[in-house]
C-alpha cells in the first residue's frame, strides 16, 4: 500500500517561491515514477512534473524554467521547488506515484495520489 503526504504549501506574493515536499512510504516506491499534479478551482487535474528512478524528468510546459522537481538522498522524498510564482499557479497540489514509467503514467494516469496541499499566489 502506498502512501504519498505532501507538505509545504502555503500563500505567498507573485514572483516568490515555496518548496513542496512529498514523503512516499510503500514497498518499493523508491523504484516508482513520483510526481506531483495539481488542480486550480474549477479546473481539472493537470500534471506538473515528475521524476524517474534515474532522475529523468518530465516538466509541464507553464512550469518549465521556473519549477524543478528533485528527490532526496532517500529516493522516496520528492521535492517540488517553485519559483516566480504567478497567480495561475493557485491551485491545490498532489504527489503522485505510479509504478509504470513516467512518459506512461502522464499517458494513462496516475495510480496513487497524496491528499494535496494548498498554494495561493497573489
Known amino acids: 500500500h502506498v502512501q504519498l503526504v505532501e507538505s509545504g504549501g502555503g500563500s505567498v506574493q507573485a514572483g516568490e517561491s515555496l518548496r513542496l515536499s512529498c514523503t512516499a512510504s510503500?514497498?518499493?516506491?523508491?523504484?516508482?515514477?513520483l510526481g506531483w499534479y495539481r488542480q486550480a478551482p474549477g479546473k481539472e487535474r493537470e500534471g506538473v512534473a515528475t521524476?524517474?528512478?534515474?532522475?529523468?524528468?518530465i516538466y509541464a510546459d507553464s512550469v518549465k524554467d521556473r519549477f524543478t522537481i528533485s528527490k532526496g538522498n532517500a529516493k522516496t522524498v520528492v521535492y517540488l521547488q517553485m519559483n516566480s510564482l504567478k497567480p495561475e499557479d493557485t491551485a491545490t497540489y498532489y504527489c503522485?506515484?505510479?509504478?509504470?514509467?513516467?512518459?506512461?503514467?502522464?499517458?494513462?494516469?496516475?495510480?496513487?495520489w497524496g491528499k494535496g496541499t494548498q498554494v495561493t499566489v497573489s
Open positions: 503522485v506515484a505510479d509504478q509504470v514509467d513516467c512518459e506512461s503514467a502522464w499517458q494513462y494516469g496516475m495510480d496513487h
Open positions: 510503500g514497498n518499493n516506491v523508491d523504484k516508482y515514477c
Open positions: 521524476i524517474e528512478t534515474d532522475g529523468t524528468t
